[in-house]
């Protein structure tokens, strides 16, 4: 979709304005955690991911991942009153996501691949993960599984689906309505170090991928509703057991 909708703009010859955020070290956590707090704030979303989103995670989990003798080690340069402030300012802009996520009545729309969400079970790791976070623990993962859980079936605003085994998303997509959106390839092996993001402000790329997320991949390339809530189910089952043996 991306490649199709990005050379019929370039025939058409109508620019694709883009903004870059290409800042390294810890700032460009902070900054990037509150450039999308808010694009986020109080728009639709449409969302393809290969697994969860950090907005999808209550902010007392990240928190606990967040070790400082591992974050002074992995950013050296700074000193632990100055850590302290900037991990309390992500945590801080991670909550607006969050809330906006569950709370907002702006419709949001996001798609996750099964293997994606098989590999947190298994591994409590992310694709946004980066190397000076722990992995979730078994319980952690178990809270956060079963804390979707309750969102799916209780929001009237959060659509959650899964594509099926069949389906094999290349790009991560995320689709703020009458904003702009972004596309990148799936991490899949490596972990982030920082972000770098470009934000296509394409009024009708946006509107092309809306009516191609609600329309072909929302209703021909996901599971059923029961399908989805057996497979969250089982997710949690299986890590329950592990606490139980």
């Not at 419709?107 to 694709?127: E, N, Q, V, Y």
Request: glycine share 2%; net charge neutral; charged share 25%.
């Amino acid at each position: 979709f991306i490649e199709r909708a990005l050379l019929q703009a370039m025939t058409c010859a109508e620019p694709a304005t883009q903004l870059c955020s290409s800042q390294e070290g810890p700032e460009s956590f902070v900054n990037i955690m509150s450039y999308w707090a808010e694009c986020e704030r109080n728009r639709d979303m449409y969302h393809v991911k290969s697994d969860l989103c950090v907005n999808n995670i209550h902010t007392q989990y990240l928190r606990s991942c967040l070790n400082e003798r591992e974050l002074l080690r992995f950013f050296p340069t700074l000193d632990l009153e100055t850590l302290r402030a900037m991990k309390e300012k992500l945590l801080y802009f991670q909550l607006q996501r969050y809330k906006n996520m569950y709370e907002s009545k702006n419709p949001k729309h996001l798609i996750l691949t099964m293997d994606g969400l098989r590999d947190f079970a298994a591994t409590g790791m992310t694709s946004e993960h980066f190397v000076a976070m722990r992995p979730f623990t078994v319980r952690e993962r178990i809270a956060i599984l079963e804390d979707l859980q309750t969102r799916v079936s209780e929001s009237q605003f959060f659509f959650l689906y899964f594509f099926k085994e069949s389906f094999r998303p290349r790009f991560e997509i995320n689709c703020w309505d009458g904003y702009g959106m972004t596309a990148f390839p799936i991490l899949k092996e490596e972990r982030a170090n920082n972000y770098c993001n470009n934000v296509i402000f394409h009024s009708r790329m946006v509107s092309a991928f809306r009516e191609y997320f609600m329309e072909d991949l929302r209703k021909n390339q996901t599971i059923s509703t029961a399908e989805r809530n057996a497979f969250l189910r089982a997710l949690i089952d299986m890590l329950k057991a592990q606490i139980d043996d």
